[in-house]
């Protein structure tokens, strides 16, 4: 987090609270959110009634502002309550040309992920049919094979926790055109490695709700856009929503347009995902009030009912937890509990549409929130908003202080025992090692035994601090974030989770010599000192040219000098184009998504090859030197080379710069 990011969040309480004060004497406090927690504080014994007059002046003091501060084009946020929808409201623009607001009732927005809770249901709704079991193995209902893992197939129950063990994969999610929409030929060319074995490890996959949504599509014996339209939308009377692609007129007219940024202006094209269960669903916020309370009802909305209470209440009940008192999945949803409430939920995103639905299962309260522009970096966008908006909705409403819990006496031994590196569960394994080493997070010991975890910061983008309140689980100081590590059988730290993010993966220890710690400061020695080599053999050429002088070496010792200046220059090539290619990614997230990496990748690979050749070239020249009449600081400054080349090898062979693989 930056300082603009705290300057958004002060802003935004002291904006919603100004607001909420003139329909009540009593303040809203803004406490804690997911993103940059702050201190929980109980500065009210009696919270304001949750009446539509009080929502509204809430929801009005606070969003239009956050629009604009985070360059935001525009929203729909809804509210129910006991059945009902509580609060519905659209701000900003849903096309900026035409000035036009958003309807909660007839725009519609791209929910993106929570897309994957009606994949879900529908998977629900043919489990208590007898149709599907969660514990049997997948394969028994696809017409391709999913190979086991360590002897252990992947079951429904995995699918729906995201613990089937999957590599993520991003390569065709986002298709860029119609042509390329297939579930099962995606599913079919697109089966991710398996890292882990099923169950054990939380990894967020989108595969795996593909593979969940082609099953519904094989045993109901209906297109899986169809299967939702008769079995989910249609009960609920969701008239306004739909997973197909493109949209059909009556409901493409009615579409949100999609930016960058308000400040950019530009309409985006209609985006296509694939597999179409994991993301691809249009629908209003009026819509979504019916499928929150229908999952708040237990399965029954009106008259209508899409699932009986006791699957329902299965689908709402903790399924996986990555580590004591840590936040963990039910069947699909994705637990959220904080403020001391029982909630459940998901966010979406597509490049340009995010959004959150969270459910409150015990005040039977549902909220729905959706924007259509990624909104400006600096104020982190929609991710700061969303979250700053429901965390501000809860203190509002259901002010908190946790439990006080004193440190533990171990808390300095427990964090020596914690202190290194750690990398994402949700990762990519067979191309993109080299990424996701630029991802690691790093956890730091204070001397007082207090925690810092490199990304988990304050609205000031400072380090929160965590304190050890059990043996090896933490809880931020002043807040009521938690986190928590999980140990080896020897005792060993295998990896960390925390309620502080939702529980879509966790954070497993790095050994040293693979840290970015490690890898990264002697990678970059390595090349300074191939760059470093490659000016001074350029600088003595230009000398020897210009006083018309040349090297009086052996030719079998030119020659080896030659290739391995050669070879210098493959290893340096290799190397930084790599670190272009991951530039140029996060820069244009489709360099990715639409498969544009691949040519540079396969150019990369045949690169990195050449590399290692150079690499051995750079030895053999070294070992020729030796004996050679040459200077010692020449041959210092050959074995020097030669150490930097051997590193840069090992690099490029660890991270797969040579894999030839293009899974991702």
């Given at each position: 987090?930056?300082?603009?990011?705290?300057?958004?969040?002060?802003?935004?309480?002291?904006?919603?609270?100004?607001?909420?004060?003139?329909?009540?004497t009593t303040p809203p406090p803004l406490g804690p959110t997911t993103s940059a927690p702050q201190p929980a504080t109980n500065m009210e014994t009696t919270p304001p009634a949750m009446t539509q007059q009080d929502v509204a002046a809430f929801f009005d003091g606070l969003v239009p502002f956050a629009l604009q501060r985070s360059d935001i084009a525009g929203g729909v946020i809804i509210v129910v309550k006991d059945g009902s929808v509580l609060f519905a409201k659209g701000y900003g623009y849903a096309d900026l040309a035409h000035r036009t607001v958003?309807?909660?009732?007839?725009?519609?927005?791209?929910?993106?992920?929570?897309?994957?809770?009606?994949?879900?249901?529908?998977?629900?709704?043919?489990?208590?049919?007898?149709?599907?079991?969660?514990?049997?193995?997948?394969?028994?209902?696809?017409?391709?094979?999913?190979?086991?893992?360590?002897?252990?197939?992947?079951?429904?129950?995995?699918?729906?926790?995201?613990?089937?063990?999957?590599?993520?994969?991003?390569?065709?999610?986002?298709?860029?055109?119609?042509?390329?929409?297939?579930?099962?030929?995606?599913?079919?060319?697109?089966?991710?490695?398996?890292?882990?074995?099923?169950?054990?490890?939380?990894?967020?996959?989108?595969?795996?709700?593909?593979?969940?949504?082609?099953?519904?599509?094989?045993?109901?014996?209906?297109?899986?856009?169809?299967?939702?339209?008769?079995?989910?939308?249609?009960?609920?009377?969701?008239?306004?929503?739909?997973?197909?692609?493109?949209?059909?007129?009556?409901?493409?007219?009615?579409?949100?347009?999609?930016?960058?940024?308000?400040?950019?202006?530009?309409?985006?094209?209609?985006?296509?995902?694939?597999?179409?269960?994991?993301?691809?669903?249009?629908?209003?916020?009026?819509?979504?009030?019916?499928?929150?309370?229908?999952?708040?009802?237990?399965?029954?909305?009106?008259?209508?009912?899409?699932?009986?209470?006791?699957?329902?209440?299965?689908?709402?009940?903790?399924?996986?937890?990555?580590?004591?008192?840590?936040?963990?999945?039910?069947?699909?949803?994705?637990?959220?509990?904080?403020?001391?409430?029982?909630?459940?939920?998901?966010?979406?995103?597509?490049?340009?549409?995010?959004?959150?639905?969270?459910?409150?299962?015990?005040?039977?309260?549902?909220?729905?929130?959706?924007?259509?522009?990624?909104?400006?970096?600096?104020?982190?966008?929609?991710?700061?908003?969303?979250?700053?908006?429901?965390?501000?909705?809860?203190?509002?409403?259901?002010?908190?202080?946790?439990?006080?819990?004193?440190?533990?006496?171990?808390?300095?031994?427990?964090?020596?025992?914690?202190?290194?590196?750690?990398?994402?569960?949700?990762?990519?394994?067979?191309?993109?090692?080299?990424?996701?080493?630029?991802?690691?997070?790093?956890?730091?010991?204070?001397?007082?035994?207090?925690?810092?975890?490199?990304?988990?910061?304050?609205?000031?983008?400072?380090?929160?601090?965590?304190?050890?309140?059990?043996?090896?689980?933490?809880?931020?100081?002043?807040?009521?974030?938690?986190?928590?590590?999980?140990?080896?059988?020897?005792?060993?730290?295998?990896?960390?989770?925390?309620?502080?993010?939702?529980?879509?993966?966790?954070?497993?220890?790095?050994?040293?010599?693979?840290?970015?710690?490690?890898?990264?400061?002697?990678?970059?020695?390595?090349?300074?000192?191939?760059?470093?080599?490659?000016?001074?053999?350029?600088?003595?050429?230009?000398?020897?040219?210009?006083?018309?002088?040349?090297?009086?070496?052996?030719?079998?010792?030119?020659?080896?000098?030659?290739?391995?200046?050669?070879?210098?220059?493959?290893?340096?090539?290799?190397?930084?184009?790599?670190?272009?290619?991951?530039?140029?990614?996060?820069?244009?997230?489709?360099?990715?998504?639409?498969?544009?990496?691949?040519?540079?990748?396969?150019?990369?690979?045949?690169?990195?090859?050449?590399?290692?050749?150079?690499a051995v070239a750079i030895v053999i020249h070294t070992w020729c030197n030796r004996s050679a009449a040459r200077s010692r600081w020449v041959r210092a400054g050959e074995i020097v080379l030669a150490v930097a080349a051997i590193y840069l090898a090992w690099f490029i062979l660890a991270f797969g710069l040579v894999s030839f693989n293009l899974h991702y």
């Amino acid at each position: 987090m930056n300082r603009h990011v705290q300057r958004l969040v002060a802003l935004l309480a002291g904006f919603a609270a100004s607001m909420a004060m003139a329909q009540t004497t009593t303040p809203p406090p803004l406490g804690p959110t997911t993103s940059a927690p702050q201190p929980a504080t109980n500065m009210e014994t009696t919270p304001p009634a949750m009446t539509q007059q009080d929502v509204a002046a809430f929801f009005d003091g606070l969003v239009p502002f956050a629009l604009q501060r985070s360059d935001i084009a525009g929203g729909v946020i809804i509210v129910v309550k006991d059945g009902s929808v509580l609060f519905a409201k659209g701000y900003g623009y849903a096309d900026l040309a035409h000035r036009t607001v958003p309807s909660p009732d007839s725009t519609l927005f791209r929910p993106g992920s929570i897309s994957k809770l009606f994949t879900w249901t529908a998977v629900m709704q043919l489990v208590e049919q007898g149709k599907l079991q969660l514990d049997r193995d997948v394969n028994d209902y696809l017409d391709f094979k999913i190979p086991a893992y360590q002897g252990k197939p992947i079951t429904l129950r995995n699918l729906m926790t995201h613990t089937p063990g999957f590599e993520d994969t991003a390569k065709g999610l986002l298709p860029a055109s119609v042509d390329e929409v297939n579930l099962e030929r995606y599913l079919k060319t697109h089966l991710p490695a398996r890292i882990f074995p099923p169950g054990e490890i939380v990894a967020y996959s989108n595969y795996g709700c593909g593979l969940a949504g082609y099953i519904v599509q094989r045993v109901s014996g209906e297109r899986f856009e169809d299967y939702v339209a008769n079995h989910i939308f249609q009960p609920l009377q969701m008239t306004h929503s739909s997973f197909a692609q493109p949209l059909p007129p009556s409901l493409a007219a009615m579409m949100s347009k999609g930016y960058k940024s308000a400040s950019d202006g530009t309409p985006q094209p209609f985006e296509l995902v694939d597999p179409a269960p994991a993301g691809s669903m249009s629908t209003t916020a009026e819509d979504m009030a019916h499928f929150m309370i229908a999952q708040l009802q237990n399965g029954q909305y009106g008259n209508a009912r899409i699932l009986q209470p006791a699957t329902a209440e299965l689908m709402h009940s903790q399924q996986y937890v990555p580590a004591p008192g840590i936040n963990g999945f039910d069947l699909g949803f994705y637990q959220e509990n904080r403020n001391g409430l029982r909630i459940i939920g998901h966010g979406g995103d597509t490049v340009f549409f995010h959004s959150d639905l969270h459910l409150l299962l015990d005040q039977h309260i549902g909220v729905f929130m959706s924007f259509n522009s990624s909104g400006s970096a600096e104020a982190h966008g929609t991710l700061m908003v969303r979250t700053a908006i429901f965390d501000a909705f809860l203190d509002r409403y259901f002010p908190y202080t946790p439990p006080s819990q004193p440190t533990l006496p171990s808390a300095k031994a427990d964090a020596a025992k914690v202190v290194g590196w750690y990398q994402a569960s949700r990762r990519n394994e067979s191309a993109l090692r080299m990424l996701y080493l630029t991802g690691q997070v790093n956890v730091g010991a204070q001397p007082d035994g207090t925690l810092v975890v490199s990304f988990l910061t304050d609205y000031a983008g400072q380090p929160l601090k965590w304190r050890e309140v059990r043996p090896l689980q933490y809880r931020e100081v002043n807040g009521q974030d938690k986190l928590a590590f999980v140990t080896n059988p020897d005792g060993s730290i295998r990896y960390w989770a925390t309620d502080y993010l939702p529980g879509v993966e966790v954070f497993q220890r790095v050994p040293g010599f693979k840290s970015l710690g490690c890898v990264g400061v002697l990678v970059v020695i390595a090349i300074v000192v191939m760059l470093a080599t490659m000016l001074i053999w350029l600088a003595g050429w230009l000398v020897r040219r210009h006083y018309r002088r040349v090297l009086d070496l052996p030719a079998a010792l030119l020659r080896t000098r030659r290739l391995s200046r050669l070879g210098t220059l493959a290893m340096l090539v290799s190397v930084l184009g790599w670190v272009a290619l991951l530039v140029a990614a996060g820069i244009d997230e489709n360099v990715l998504l639409h498969g544009a990496a691949t040519p540079w990748m396969l150019l990369l690979y045949v690169l990195g090859v050449i590399a290692l050749l150079g690499a051995v070239a750079i030895v053999i020249h070294t070992w020729c030197n030796r004996s050679a009449a040459r200077s010692r600081w020449v041959r210092a400054g050959e074995i020097v080379l030669a150490v930097a080349a051997i590193y840069l090898a090992w690099f490029i062979l660890a991270f797969g710069l040579v894999s030839f693989n293009l899974h991702y």
